[in-house]
């Protein structure tokens, strides 16, 4: 039998796809926010029409078939397709009202949203920010399958096939506990940290990539303490179990107490470049680059030089 488009609907495909999500007809269900005879009528319906058996399903339980995983596959590129189509109408009538999903990673959070979100909300009264913490490859693979429509996140390798705009250049710096010998110096060199214990993230987060990358560089020992958070990490550093690297952004917060000596690194700049990144098909690519722009203006003040590299009594 011969398939024509208008045999299949956009919401039968939103029911494959919230069936294979959470492999149960009664929880998609409830996902999609209609009954279930209903939910498993379309699903049917479907499947004859493709002729294709997508779910194998008993009393128990409910499996993607190796066929329904293309089915699924396929249905989740249309209904990314879709919503870009819904969010080109949406641009051409006002690219900055109504909501815009953005994903942001931990430890960029709590350090820029303070500064970028009253300018966004004052430059664009009408647009709503839905955003989500979430580490890089998590966000990155919802930016890439349209449940995000932005990722404000430091840039990594294997982005190419994204858009992208900086926001900000956020140099590292290094903390140390202020009896530390180092604290007495007004730039940190990478020699400096040479057979150093140093503390960093856990994985799955890119600043740990990106610092562990320095470390090793200077021939700094890691120890076996990862911290699942920023302030972990400094308060970690702060009882004199290691040193550490910080993004400039967190220093303001993280040593607000003045718990730490922070220096900067001596030399060439170290750091990591936060971006604004988006889908290249994306219909909402000139408005998120104007995003950006306001971003950055915004976040200027977020790496001011720690006031601990100035004090008289480093050398």
Not at 200 to 217: N, P, V
């Amino acid at each position: 039998m011969s398939v024509a488009a208008h045999d299949l609907s956009i919401r039968q495909l939103q029911y494959v796809v919230a069936v294979a999500d959470t492999l149960g007809f009664h929880r998609a269900a409830e996902r999609c926010g209609v009954s279930q005879p209903t939910l498993s009528s379309q699903v049917q319906k479907l499947e004859e029409v493709l002729g294709v058996r997508v779910f194998e399903r008993d009393k128990r339980r409910v499996l993607v078939t190796a066929a329904g995983a293309a089915v699924v596959a396929h249905a989740r590129r249309v209904l990314v397709e879709v919503d870009d189509l819904v969010a080109a109408a949406a641009e051409a009538a006002d690219p900055f009202a109504g909501t815009l999903r953005v994903g942001v990673i931990p430890t960029v959070a709590p350090y820029l949203l303070p500064f970028v979100t009253p300018a966004i909300a004052t430059r664009w009264p009408r647009l709503r920010l839905a955003l989500v913490e979430e580490k890089t490859d998590e966000l990155l693979a919802d930016l890439r399958a349209g449940a995000l429509d932005a990722g404000l996140l430091a840039l990594v390798d294997g982005m190419d096939d994204l858009e992208h705009a900086t926001v900000l250049e956020d140099p590292f710096v290094a903390a140390v506990p202020r009896a530390h010998p180092l604290a007495r110096k007004r730039a940190v060199s990478l020699g400096d940290l040479e057979d150093q214990p140093v503390l960093l993230l856990e994985d799955g987060h890119c600043l740990r990539t990106q610092a562990l990358s320095l470390c090793q560089r200077a021939g700094a020992a890691e120890t076996d303490l990862r911290a699942t958070s920023l302030a972990t990490l400094v308060q970690m550093v702060s009882s004199g179990a290691g040193v550490t690297l910080l993004p400039s952004v967190a220093v303001d917060v993280e040593n607000r107490r003045g718990q730490l000596a922070v220096r900067p690194l001596a030399g060439r700049p170290q750091g990591r470049t936060i971006c604004l990144a988006w889908r290249k098909v994306a219909p909402l690519g000139g408005a998120l680059r104007e995003l950006a722009k306001v971003m950055a203006n915004a976040a200027r003040g977020a790496t001011k030089l720690p006031r601990e590299a100035k004090d008289a009594g480093a050398t």
